[in-house]
């Protein structure tokens, strides 16, 4: 099946800084790929998605290009604020396709931002 | 619209016993899948169901199994608890639209199981 790698937090940025999370994947063809959300005391959600090539996936601010030419979908924020502290995960789906759901998430990456 | 609900939302079993955790998906959402996530190995995919059929498995063990009813519910079970099933059992429904691997999952809030 298919695979994410991504940067392990914890990441702790101060309020306004500027934020990368990287994330590479491996895949047969080109899946959809995913940014999911867990904000402390909350369920995973989806925050953004680009489902082809050179897509820019985009929400709250966030954002993150599909390039199939290096097999990344880093996300991005110009200024982090203490509400994005949460559990960051890349995804995928488990098998490349189409026709079936289920997904393959990276580590998650924990980050902190701090007033 | 009410969201994914899992039930129940607590367990405590021993080993060798068998668990049943049920979910129900989103109204008008015909797949659902499972993910275990732990701290150790992050969240990974059990299985995903469509129509009462199975579509897609991950990499566990047949004591982890599941099925899905006509009503789109969907129970997961797991046999022969080890100490190591300890985790929260996430169940995602999403529309399922054959041939649309990008469809978002929508995400109910678990249920933690600790095997003593």
């Known amino acids: 099946g298919n695979s994410v790698t991504q940067m392990e937090g914890p990441v702790t940025l101060s309020e306004e800084a500027f934020l990368t999370i990287n994330c590479t994947y491996t895949a047969t063809g080109y899946p959809s790929l995913f940014w999911y959300v867990q904000y402390p005391g909350e369920g995973l959600q989806l925050l953004l998605k680009a489902t082809k090539a050179d897509d820019k996936g985009s929400n709250k601010g966030f954002e993150a290009t599909y390039r199939k030419e290096t097999t990344s979908f880093h996300l991005e924020k110009g200024s982090v604020q203490v509400s994005d502290s949460a559990v960051y995960f890349c995804?995928?789906?488990?098998?490349?396709?189409?026709?079936?759901?289920?997904?393959?998430f990276g580590k998650g990456t924990h980050l902190i931002i701090q007033p | 619209k009410a969201g994914v609900t899992q039930t129940p939302r607590y367990l405590i079993k021993t080993r060798g016993q068998q668990v049943t955790l049920s979910c129900s998906p989103i109204?008008?959402?015909?797949?659902v899948s499972w993910y275990q996530q732990t701290p150790g190995q992050g969240l990974q995919f059990l299985f995903e169901y469509f129509s009462e059929t199975q579509r897609n498995k991950g990499n566990f063990p047949g004591r982890f199994s599941g099925r899905q009813f006509s009503n789109s519910r969907s129970e997961m079970n797991v046999s022969t608890l080890e100490l190591g099933d300890s985790a929260l059992y996430l169940c995602?429904?999403?529309?399922?639209?054959?041939?649309?691997?990008?469809?978002?999952?929508?995400f109910g809030p678990g249920t933690r199981l600790t095997v003593l």
């Open positions: 109204s008008g959402h015909r797949s």
């Open positions: 995804a995928l789906p488990f098998l490349s396709g189409g026709g079936a759901d289920g997904l393959t």
């Open positions: 995602a429904s999403s529309a399922g639209l054959a041939g649309a691997s990008g469809d978002e999952q929508f």
